[in-house]
């Protein structure tokens, strides 16, 4: 299966909002609603921000917001914070225990 | 609470056998919610799913196509690990490895390992 497809970067200013994509096919983003979305600060281990494409772990803060449309899945952060600049992964089911990563998408907050 | 914990050789030489130990505290492998992988970072890249295991009585493994001709995962229950093995290694295995528990229900990792970085080099 091929990685899932994200740009490299976005940006934004504080309490502004941001949208990163995340581009798969049929047989992945588009076919099933298990899309989760990582975020990984430099030299941690990912941490899991939204899981079922819209649904959030307890303890995330709700301006996280993971939404689907066709073979894209995207995660918007709203009311930027300095905080939240991180690199951040979308995933998704492929088949029975098999998932697929995104490239990643470098968030700077300017 | 649960904790992953990844040991094993940092550095392997080419050709060889790159083996790598998760072990695990606060948790069981045989719980139905649940299945374990392993993941890979190279430097300054993205994440890759090498291979996941389902424990359900018996150990089911799925590996990335791209890898399986050269991977093994497999559990001890006993000693509550998840090992990884990679043989045949290139530099480009060069990666910190993750291991990771995953929800079953919704395909997420909600549990990682902080990661242990093999390099391969002569």
């Known amino acids: 299966q091929s990685a899932l497809t994200q740009p490299r970067s976005v940006s934004g200013s504080p309490g502004q909002s941001v949208t990163m994509s995340c581009s798969g096919t049929s047989s992945d983003v588009g076919g099933y609603n298990h899309v989760s979305w990582y975020q990984q600060n430099p030299g941690k281990a990912p941490k899991l921000m939204i899981y079922?494409?819209?649904k959030r772990p307890s303890g995330v803060p709700d301006r996280f917001s993971g939404s689907k449309s066709g073979n894209t899945a995207s995660l918007t952060i709203s009311g930027l914070q300095a905080e939240d600049e991180a690199d951040y992964f979308c995933?998704?089911?492929?088949?029975?225990?098999?998932?697929?990563f995104g490239g990643g998408t470098k968030l700077t907050v300017l | 609470q649960l904790q992953l914990q990844e040991s094993g050789p940092g550095l392997v030489k080419p050709s060889e056998t790159l083996s790598l130990t998760c072990t695990v505290s606060?948790?069981?492998?045989?719980?139905?919610?649940?299945?374990w992988a392993w993941i890979r970072q190279p430097p300054g890249k993205g994440l890759e799913w090498i291979g996941s295991?389902?424990?359900?009585?018996?150990?089911?493994?799925y590996y990335n196509a791209s890898l399986k001709s050269r991977v093994t995962i497999s559990v001890d229950t006993s000693k509550s690990q998840l090992s990884l093995g990679l043989t045949s290694v290139t530099a480009a295995d060069t990666a910190v490895y993750y291991c990771?528990?995953?929800?079953?229900?919704?395909?997420?990792?909600?549990?990682w390992g902080q990661g242990t970085l093999v390099t391969v080099s002569s």
């Open positions: 995933c998704s089911y492929v088949s029975s225990f098999t998932v697929v």
């Open positions: 079922d494409v819209t």
């Open positions: 606060g948790g069981s492998f045989s719980s139905s919610t649940y299945y």
């Open positions: 295991l389902y424990y359900s009585g018996r150990g089911s493994t």
């Open positions: 990771g528990r995953l929800i079953k229900a919704s395909d997420a990792v909600d549990y």
